[in-house]
């Protein structure tokens, strides 16, 4: 880390900078500048946020700058290669094909996840989505059909080959979500339920973390980070849109954090452009953007009649749609040298 | 609510969205105007978030403008009185006396979460703070002495007559840390875990809910319904400072949105100018900014001895500063005709 | 205008704002809900600010909502066929071919800018960009090469057979901008000085207006409409990225923004990715993102040694890196049923 | 500067970055770290963002960390003492005295300014605010009174013996405004436009400089370096809110940034409340916090007849709730050890 000090700090006040370095076992490297004077202290990171907390506080400090990045197992300099995911029916993310989840938002009823399942399996999207358990901003609003939502989707996902991907809002769920899930979802109000993080981090399943809407990509990777220190390396990442003060979306899609993400970071990327669009006459162009910019998958929600959807209606695409986007992403996956997963078999 | 309709929107899709609108039940009260037709839609709020749904998706429609506010138990139109929290040693928040909690961010021993209570205990608190259970970004970070934590806060609180608040992180410690403490603090990155908010309005502890850094004063009254919905009515509010683009400071004090809280709330509301400021140099002007804005309490993080803090030490006052503090508020709350509740008995 | 009354509003308060919107001249229809009463109030749009305010402070008054959008010139209600620029040179901007604006940050010497106007013409760009005047954030810095600047520019673009984009900072400049350029940008920084919007209005040059870094949708389009309402009707948009709380780009780009001003504006929509980014590492996926998601041109920062740029060099493509990117944007133009301007004519 | 090298850059790399330096005339301070080396780079300042960017751009580089801090005329560190700007009739602003500046938002006609200057001398507001130049989202609002604004401001300030402050909105207007008023007003809107501070830069008036939307404090201070640059250094800081996602006030009162002004300034600082809060009812919570957060005066909006207010009338403040508001301010101010300017005479 580097110690600024204050313009006129004293030698005193160096003095003591120092020996609190050499205190801790870092090794000290003054460097005397025209206008005040910095100090760089080298050595074993594992106690260097007690040693800031405490440089920051002496007399004649005016800025600790860290220099090494806070995320390790997330980071390229940790693995090179990109992590690849294999779900259970052979399905990569993270390779070079561009893997399509689409859905409902909440898995409503039999017939309704069963229509889902078929329009869009037919459409060529490669994993099922559909929310069993949901978060909602009102008490007042639905909640979801919690585990006889899980059952219905996997018997949806089964019935039409689609590995299934579906939230877990609370610790005391994750194993039961478990065994119906193929994917894990951390959704975005729950990027730093750390207790949920590492939860998930100590079961057998790949994991789709959500970016909290006010969450920095650091923060990001750091959430991501709590779940491979727990031992679960397949964590893919969802750019989902963040709060800002436009108000013209629900969200701004930040896919510049995408194209960040990519240099930074050897997990898999998806982007959701449905959450972030707010509405469904924007999904389609923020959905081709994000093939464009690089990433790994898109998480979609389509829903067979939005008219009786009972959340997020407003932001589905009817099959139809759906169907007609699947061809234009594909023309934009080749325009890259990739291709869409699910339709790459044809 | 109110369905504008586009310009141009043809009769038949006007009569769609009122035979939809009477189809729920509702009474339909169009306005036909200059360049657009709008339509009122009166009828039971039960049903209105579906009924906006479909709307939504109706040709011709623009936009769906609700007219009434998403919670009830927590505005001022369902109780006009304040609403006054009462501890078991018969300390009030929201009434006229200003309520000061301060300690450490963590208890991290006997002797410092001792030495703590003595300190805010003499310079005047009424409240012992004191994390036994830290979210933390980093996984490698120091994560709280959890039980052993809560248990000596509450002897160091028991020691010195002030009652407790500590964070509760995850549902399953909600029970154990309610035998602990005098109130359950609900921490920022948890505002919209619906389960932890489910969990604390079942108990009968009074909760400390902060804002999220990036929720909107909507979101954290709709998160306080959640907690009132369950049957918890002692809910105070605490600002904390959002995330902004500014990064002079952690985060950005919202004394505005105080303001804003005075009147759209019966709940007492909280300021904590610690976490807002993120160094200590700046917590004295905010606090008092605090209490002139209208505050029903502070919450403060005083250490002391900063220097060994395990965590936030940069935004710790040492107790000398907390006492002059004290001092300084108290002379502003009775320029706003209050006074603190522990100088008062003086 | 819908006026929102407060719940347990009196018939006398009600009463007043009837009385009010009729002195105005609007009729007024007021709808009894189950909680509270609305009143729509339909009129002359002309005096409807006038009216909000006065209605606002009214007691029992909750709340106004406007329903009309505040541009109209700039609306795609006013105009339905999306507006194409075409220029001297004949180049059309808003058609179905994508134009790409390229060159340096700043004009620094005649063999730089002639050696940039060289290098983008050759990788395929259609106009030439650079700064003569340059709004820098700090007095100190390099504040751009003025009137000899434009000059520069002028002739590096006639020897290559480019138009040239370049921008104004202050009124008095105008008209001399004009003199030499083909397209007047207003910068971020001065989206809302009105004084200069007014006075690009009223020359008959095209203006390539560049959104503030915290600006609305609303509010570009009502910066638009100062233009159009001087009779200057060949306005484009220019999404270069807004501020958020996000450090790892230097601005947050908003490609939702591009896909709501296509649904609401019939101005044509460039985009930049090179501020947007802040490092030319992510420049290239934001560009085809930007292809991707709809926009009618691109505005590229190349340099033809970004060593020794004069400023934003750390932004900028080298050639090579920009003729390969030309390949790319290529493709997924195609991908998107669009093309390439300046790769269209081989 | 801190040159941060890249994990594993090899020694080639490091060398290029050295002799880069000393080719800048700076000497290098080479440091190797556990997981890499980071280099210092001490010398003349002058050159030093072209040095930045070149360094930016070699191989092996990943950051490049400034030391110094950009503004240096506005800097505690180039005067130690506050400063003080004495108007013509004696009036201080940045001493002990907190100076209230009060009017209407705009100049309407000449009973309305009388009145207005009447009332708010008679409440104790030591100075007259009135804009005769509106900056206004719109081009079909009201745009001000202009140069009859600018005479009916002077000769009401002057029988009621107030200095008057007024918005200058274009270069060619600051001529003119600074015969009229004692302090010229810079807009938010405005903060960057450089042309208009150079402008009130040379000439002998105050400068009230308002924050920016979304500018940060940096940006902040470096926008008065542009004017302190030019030989103006009567210049003071004026917080009017941010810009964030929250929608309960109009802007956000960043009462954190004055905290910090505090110490990074010798200017003094004036907060709007007005125009963060967007709404009469929550001026005065916000002015008070204002006042005890350590603000050196604020400039408050008053109309004598809201009703008929013709720009902002929402958030003005009718004559008798100012005046309750002064003697609640006089109450804070005292709290403080400090008084209000106009007050302190009788």
Sequence with gaps: ???????????????????????????DHPIVG??????????????????????SQLAGVEQIIPILKPYKLASHQFKQDKTIIELDNGLKIGGNEVVIMAGPCSVESREQIMESAKVVSECGASILRGGAYKPRTSPYDFQGLEGEGLKLLRSAGDTYGLPVVTEVLRERDVELVAQYADILQIGARNMQNYGLLKAVGQVDKPVLLKRGLANTVKEFLMSAEYILSQGNYRVM???????????ATRNTLDLGAVAVLEQETHLPVIIDPSHAAGRWGLVAPLAKAGIAVGADGLIIEVHPNPHDAMSDGLQSLIPQKFCSLMKELSRIAQA??????????Q
């Design 34 to 55: 025209v206008e005040r004077t910095v100090i760089g202290a080298v050595g074993d990171e594992g106690t260097k946020f007690k040693l800031m907390e405490i440089l």
């Design 237 to 247: 990442l969802c750019e989902r849109g963040i709060r800002t003060f436009e108000t």
């Design 1 to 27: 880390m580097i110690v600024v000090m204050k313009q006129g700090a004293s030698q005193t006040e160096i003095n003591s900078v120092i020996k609190e370095i050499n205190d801790f076992g870092y090794a």
């Design 336 to 345: 890259c040298d990739r291709s869409i997963a699910g339709l790459n078999k």
